[in-house]
């Protein structure tokens, strides 16, 4: 590890930090360094480096006057350390600097994620093209280990599916379990929210692994944390999802019917979109999975291409209406989300709630008759039973 005396530091975002260690990692391409000028050049020109397929440059201009400073001096084999949230995480060995092009702003990784737009104020900025070094790698031992379970398990089907869970709802739990009964393997990729009512990622994360500890089999489910990127948030970049997935191991994606940009595009007078063009340029399966409500008819969670009944039969599984039942301390019925989960978002949210939480708890539900403490998650868990009770209804 490089001295912090000896070396110029870069500070960076999070998000930096997050899409630094994918492309050192090669997640993103097998390209594992900060572009050169020429290099940037082909992949806008062309799609492409090295014959593969890289929807965005690696165009690295450190934003900040500082920054900028130690970018217009960085000099050939200089190393150049990075700080994030006042820790050193990482650093940069130098292979060239140049100024950043006008009609380069559309396609750097570094502004590819879905909360922000094209900055003009990179226009002739200072770049710094070179090796990237990350100390604590996280995403390398996730990889290393997806490889490892696929070689002792000998794993052939390894599928993905990437959710941001916000919240996770009775529909999320069908699409995994129609996954794990055609797959040997699923790697569940957790995203980072953008939007402004989001539940935060902590409270997420602690819903999904909830679920696989308690109602999936462990050996055949790996969740993923992509917390340190917004680049896969609300779906934007469907390319940068498949070629994610396919280079953490996977060989099979779940898709969204309504993922964003999936659109249609020309070549050669022949209408595609950009699945045809992943699968065109990757030995992988990318299967788009239909919309699923709840028909009253049925009785069950259907998908709308297979059931007969009209949408008045329908109860839908929209997120954002089911985020704000629970912002508003409202309990979702079960047939919207598993208890269990409402229970844990709903205590963390309004942890102090009630001022005597156990009186009301002894006085409303049954006991065994012996003084026991309870928590708001198993107030949250009684209620929802008390809900399900269909003899006075």
């Known amino acids: 590890m490089a001295s912090k005396n000896k070396n110029k530091t870069l500070k960076i975002s999070r998000e930096t930090l997050g899409t630094l260690t994918l492309i050192k990692n090669q997640i993103l391409s097998n390209f594992d360094k900060l572009m050169d000028e020429n290099e940037i050049d082909e992949v806008i020109q062309s799609g492409y480096l090295n014959k593969e397929l890289i929807p965005y440059a690696y165009i690295f201009a450190p934003a900040g006057e500082e920054n900028q400073k130690i970018a217009k001096n960085a000099q050939f084999s200089r190393t150049l350390l990075l700080e994030c949230e006042e820790k050193i995480v990482g650093e940069i060995i130098v292979t060239n600097n140049f100024r950043f092009k006008g009609y380069w702003k559309f396609f750097s990784i570094f502004e590819a994620d879905a909360s922000s737009s094209p900055n003009d104020e990179l226009v002739g900025s200072f770049c710094i093209s070179g090796l990237i070094e990350i100390y604590e790698d996280k995403i390398a031992l996730i990889k290393n280990k997806i490889q490892t379970l696929k070689k002792e398990l000998n794993l052939k089907k390894v599928t993905s599916l990437m959710l941001c869970a916000n919240p996770f709802h009775r529909v999320h739990e069908r699409l995994i379990r129609l996954t794990i009964d055609k797959a040997d393997f699923l790697i569940i990729f957790l995203l980072r929210s953008t939007r402004e009512n989001r539940l935060n990622h902590a409270l997420r994360k602690k819903t999904m692994e909830y679920f696989i500890n308690n109602f999936l089999p462990k050996d055949k489910v790996l969740l993923i944390d992509l917390e340190n990127t917004t680049l896969f948030s609300a779906h934007k970049n469907p390319e940068l999802e498949c070629i994610a997935a396919y280079n953490f191991g996977a060989n099979k994606v779940i ?123 198993d107030f949250y868990k009684e209620l929802a039973k008390l809900y399900q009770t269909g003899s006075l209804t």
């Open 255 to 377: 898709i969204g019917q309504n993922h964003g940009s999936i659109g249609m595009f020309f070549d050669d007078n022949q209408a595609h979109t950009i699945i045809d063009k992943i699968r065109k340029n990757f030995d992988i399966e990318i299967l788009v999975m239909p919309e699923y409500v709840y028909c009253n008819e049925c009785k069950t969670i259907v998908s709308v291409k297979t059931c007969p009944h009209g949408q008045h039969h329908h109860i839908k599984y929209h997120s954002p209406t089911i985020r704000t039942l629970l912002l508003n301390g409202v309990l979702p019925p079960p047939i919207l989300m598993r208890k269990e989960i409402s229970s844990i978002i709903l205590s963390d949210l309004f942890p102090n709630r009630f001022e005597n939480l156990q009186q009301i708890y002894d006085e409303i539900f049954p006991n065994a008759g012996i003084l026991e403490t309870h928590t708001y998650e």
